[in-house]
């Protein structure tokens, strides 16, 4: 079967020590490397304010992978995001071509140069 290209987003609970977010983040990444995922991209974002409160918490660890794998594999993968109790709140999303391209253009930084360069001749 043809592997598909995703991106998942997933938020750990702020009362996590920095070893045990790792461990956490540790987990997943073997949970997509078993499951015959080929992971593309990893971003950790660090700890960042939620849009809204969830389980009173407002504040999270938010973790990027992205990946290529098999569809059925999709549902396994969320299944371990709802057993765990320390994800808040997780996402996962197929990307077409569009989205692809996009993401590597962001990851090489197109989206920054264009910045620079009018920083540059604004001054």
Excluded: C
């Amino acid at each position: 079967m043809e592997l598909k290209q995703y991106e998942t987003v997933f938020i750990l609970t702020p009362v996590l020590s920095d070893t045990q977010m790792k461990d956490a983040v540790d987990k997943f990444r073997n949970i997509l490397k078993e499951g015959g995922a080929e992971i593309v991209n990893e971003e950790t974002w660090g700890l960042r304010k939620l849009a809204y409160e969830i389980q009173h918490k407002s504040t999270g660890f938010y973790t990027l992978f992205e990946f290529k794998a098999n569809p059925e594999f999709i549902a396994s993968l969320e299944t371990e995001y709802r057993r765990d109790e320390k994800v808040l709140r997780f996402l996962t999303l197929a990307l077409d071509k569009h989205a692809i391209e996009f993401n590597e253009r962001r990851r090489k930084g197109d989206f920054n140069k264009k910045e620079d360069k009018k920083e540059e001749a604004a001054s």
